[in-house]
């Protein structure tokens, strides 16, 4: 899979992309693909025995991503949601932390998912800025039926055709999401603005008054019990609307030294029920990557532990074992300095479309080579791959200027 579209790298794009790695060494939501390198093997095997065939066929997986800080987490998961947009899916990323989405709440998790859905993006769309959550999509849903139906009828039957359409929208299994959505349909339509707003107040679970919902037919308020089944009756939806199906990518910064052990306790739980969901018949259509910096949180002895740790023993490898649960991106089969140098290069490249430049093939090498040596002497102090390309970038502003060698002390590296 090349994610490369070099047609498409104007010189705001290459900009927007220098200085974001440049100041905040994380990849931007469009341009990471510009210097991608390394995750191939990786990325292949994902779409190929799963987004392409199994997921959009009503399978379900999950899969745990783990990395340091600044080892790429970001960057795999922004790469697997361009996957998922490239067979139609809709996407969720997540990025989880422990006062707003912690995962010992699942219905701030469920909330978190319905708050970040993203249909299918263009470069366009990304760049040009996208609106996101359910909302977003319900308007897009019927937007797009509503001129479908348009096109096939006299102006005086597209709205009664609409009605029989929403009415026959299919079973799921939350009943209480089955009638939100359809009144919120219903209510684009009518143009009932104010019964648009609360019916999505609703479905992004802020739990409106019940007097207020018993109308639409709204009985189910949304809390730890209800949120594994409003996922499941998102997904039906999301699938019965016409896309392949749900990918959530949950990435994990940091864990709260200050959680309990009762909330640590929960979050297991909750980790080894969502893992077990995925093995389940009825939750269809779905992919799950939770990305984390190590592995200490699976360290204990009770049974919860011990469960958690059996379900997530088997390691992802794209020839011996693409069903494993654990992707280590530590262990992309590069050799490190080989792998800076790859990020290097096509960094370099779009450096130069985003000053209008070319540098001198020798100073350049030998400035990547520095930067990359001392980045990877650092790596048990940190993420070397973000120290290397944010160092490299400062060093790219130097030899554009000087056209000369650069080594780490030139840059205060």
Same mark, same amino acid.
């Given at each position: 899979?090349?994610?490369?579209q070099n047609s498409e790298l104007t010189q705001f794009v290459a900009r927007q992309i220098i200085e974001t790695v440049g100041g905040l060494g994380t990849p931007p939501e469009y341009g990471f693909q510009f210097f991608s390198a390394?995750?191939?093997?990786? /990325?292949? +095997?994902? *779409?190929?025995?799963?987004?392409? @065939?199994? !997921?959009? #066929?009503?399978?379900?997986?999950?899969?745990?991503?783990?990395?340091?800080?600044?080892?790429?987490?970001?960057?795999?998961?922004?790469?697997?949601?361009?996957?998922?947009?490239?067979?139609?899916?809709?996407?969720?990323?997540?990025?989880?932390?422990?006062?707003?989405?912690?995962?010992?709440?699942?219905?701030?998790?469920?909330?978190?998912?319905?708050?970040?859905?993203?249909?299918?993006?263009?470069?366009?769309?990304?760049?040009?800025?996208?609106?996101?959550?359910?909302?977003?999509?319900?308007?897009?849903?019927?937007?797009?039926?509503?001129?479908?139906?348009?096109?096939?009828?006299?102006?005086?039957?597209?709205?009664?055709?609409?009605?029989?359409?929403?009415?026959? /929208?299919? +079973?799921? *299994?939350?009943?209480?999401?089955? @009638?939100? !959505?359809? #009144?919120?349909?219903?209510?684009?339509?009518?143009?009932?603005?104010?019964?648009?707003?609360?019916?999505?107040?609703w479905l992004v679970g802020e739990n409106p008054p019940k007097n207020m919902l018993k109308n639409f037919k709204i009985f189910e308020k949304l809390d730890k019990s209800t949120a594994f089944k409003m996922i499941r009756s998102l997904?039906?939806?999301?699938?019965?609307?016409?896309?392949?199906?749900?990918?959530?990518?949950?990435?994990?910064?940091?864990?709260?030294?200050?959680?309990?052990?009762?909330?640590?306790?929960?979050?297991?739980?909750?980790?080894?029920?969502?893992?077990?969901?995925?093995?389940?018949?009825?939750?269809?259509?779905?992919?799950?990557?939770?990305?984390?910096?190590?592995?200490?949180?699976? *360290?204990?002895?009770?049974?919860?532990?011990?469960?958690?740790?059996?379900?997530?023993?088997?390691?992802?490898?794209?020839?011996?074992?693409?069903?494993?649960?654990?992707?280590?991106?530590?262990?992309?089969?590069?050799?490190?300095?080989?792998?800076?140098?790859?990020?290097?290069?096509?960094?370099?490249?779009?450096?130069?479309?985003?000053?209008?430049?070319?540098?001198?093939?020798?100073?350049?090498?030998?400035?990547?080579?520095?930067?990359?040596?001392?980045?990877?002497?650092?790596?048990?102090?940190t993420g070397y791959k973000r120290l290397f390309v944010k160092n490299i970038i400062k060093a790219f502003h130097k030899l554009r200027k000087s056209e000369k060698l650069i080594i780490p002390e030139d840059i205060d590296m």
């Amino acid at each position: 899979m090349n994610t490369e579209q070099n047609s498409e790298l104007t010189q705001f794009v290459a900009r927007q992309i220098i200085e974001t790695v440049g100041g905040l060494g994380t990849p931007p939501e469009y341009g990471f693909q510009f210097f991608s390198a390394g995750l191939d093997i990786y /990325l292949d +095997t994902i *779409e190929e025995d799963y987004l392409s @065939n199994y !997921i959009q #066929e009503g399978g379900s997986a999950f899969k745990l991503v783990v990395g340091i800080y600044g080892e790429g987490k970001t960057h795999f998961l922004y790469s697997v949601r361009e996957l998922g947009w490239k067979y139609d899916y809709i996407t969720a990323y997540i990025a989880l932390n422990p006062e707003q989405t912690p995962f010992h709440k699942l219905q701030q998790v469920y909330k978190s998912i319905v708050s970040n859905l993203i249909y299918p993006q263009s470069p366009e769309e990304l760049l040009s800025g996208h609106e996101r959550g359910i909302e977003a999509v319900i308007k897009k849903w019927y937007n797009e039926k509503y001129q479908e139906v348009s096109q096939k009828l006299p102006e005086e039957e597209v709205f009664d055709e609409l009605l029989r359409y929403i009415s026959s /929208l299919g +079973t799921y *299994e939350s009943n209480s999401f089955r @009638n939100a !959505i359809k #009144e919120a349909f219903k209510s684009l339509l009518e143009k009932r603005e104010d019964d648009f707003s609360l019916i999505i107040q609703w479905l992004v679970g802020e739990n409106p008054p019940k007097n207020m919902l018993k109308n639409f037919k709204i009985f189910e308020k949304l809390d730890k019990s209800t949120a594994f089944k409003m996922i499941r009756s998102l997904v039906e939806w999301v699938q019965e609307i016409g896309y392949s199906g749900l990918v959530i990518l949950l990435d994990e910064a940091e864990q709260s030294p200050s959680m309990s052990s009762k909330q640590k306790n929960i979050l297991l739980n909750n980790l080894r029920e969502l893992i077990d969901e995925c093995g389940h018949t009825n939750f269809k259509n779905t992919m799950w990557f939770y990305a984390v910096t190590d592995e200490n949180f699976l *360290e204990g002895k009770t049974q919860i532990y011990t469960a958690l740790t059996q379900r997530l023993s088997s390691i992802f490898d794209e020839e011996i074992n693409p069903t494993g649960a654990k992707i280590y991106l530590n262990r992309i089969p590069i050799e490190p300095i080989e792998l800076l140098m790859k990020i290097g290069l096509k960094l370099a490249k779009t450096y130069e479309v985003a000053y209008k430049i070319s540098f001198g093939k020798d100073a350049l090498n030998g400035t990547l080579e520095n930067i990359a040596n001392e980045a990877y002497k650092r790596k048990l102090e940190t993420g070397y791959k973000r120290l290397f390309v944010k160092n490299i970038i400062k060093a790219f502003h130097k030899l554009r200027k000087s056209e000369k060698l650069i080594i780490p002390e030139d840059i205060d590296m």
